[in-house]
T-cell receptor, first 114, second 115 residues
């Protein structure tokens, strides 16, 4: 089935460690996104990528990094510079062959710093 | 500035009641898109509807209906005869006119439907 797969579902990290969240899609979508969700704050955009080997910062990019080496994959690294990384992270993708289509979301990764 | 406001943080209803979730938006652009998503306990956001700014017709899909009013910058969502399976967080979102690849989300409304 086509869709977006995020892994792992739950992730625990010690303070000071970098950690990478995986996002893979088989929908042949050009655009991919990472959002962070905190209670009561909705979704905030971290990074997005419109094509392979290109990406842009979103509203809260500090402390995060991404890569887009393949169309299907858009991993997010939460670095030790992110002061408050405990959150729910959602990956999304969208085709770019039509104007303003809806985004498709993965099931999310819940990151907890211990 | 572009903004989406969902003033209702949490709503609780009993099964079979009708419930309306409010969404008010701000945008300087004349061309924009509005969306509603559902987030069940599993976490994944499920797309419900997309509406462009030139189409003010209300839409009905089964028990779901949407009322788009440009005059009041609102895009409200009504569930008729609510069911326990409707329990979720619902998000309203607006396309960013300066960057059509971005969506601006509201803070969400948590709906709890009790049997």
């Amino acid at each position: 089935d086509g869709g977006i797969t995020q892994s792992p579902k739950y992730l625990f990290r010690k303070e000071g460690q970098n950690v990478t969240l995986s996002c893979e899609q088989n929908l042949n979508h050009d655009a991919m996104y990472w959002y962070r969700q905190d209670p009561g704050q909705g979704l905030r955009l971290i990074y997005y990528s419109q094509i392979v080997n290109d990406f842009q910062k979103g509203d809260i990019a500090e402390g995060y990094s991404v890569s887009r080496e393949k169309k299907e994959s858009f991993p997010l690294t939460v670095t030790s510079a992110q002061k408050n990384p405990t959150a729910f992270y959602l990956c999304a993708s969208r085709p770019r062959d039509r104007v303003i289509t809806e985004a498709f979301f993965g099931q999310g990764t819940r990151l907890t710093v211990v | 500035a572009q903004k989406v406001t969902q003033a209702q943080t949490e709503i609780s209803v009993v099964e079979k009641e009708d419930v309306t979730l409010d969404c008010v938006y701000e945008t300087r652009d004349t061309t924009y898109y509005l969306f509603w998503y559902k987030q069940p306990p599993s976490g994944e956001l499920v797309f419900l509807i997309r509406r462009n700014s030139f189409d003010e017709q209300n839409e009905i899909s089964g028990r779901y209906s949407w009322n788009f009013q440009k005059s009041t910058s609102s895009f409200n969502f009504t569930i008729t005869a609510s069911q326990v399976v409707d329990s979720a967080v619902y998000f309203c979102a607006l396309s960013d006119p300066a960057n059509t690849d971005k969506l601006i989300f509201g803070t969400g409304t948590r709906l709890q439907v009790f049997p």
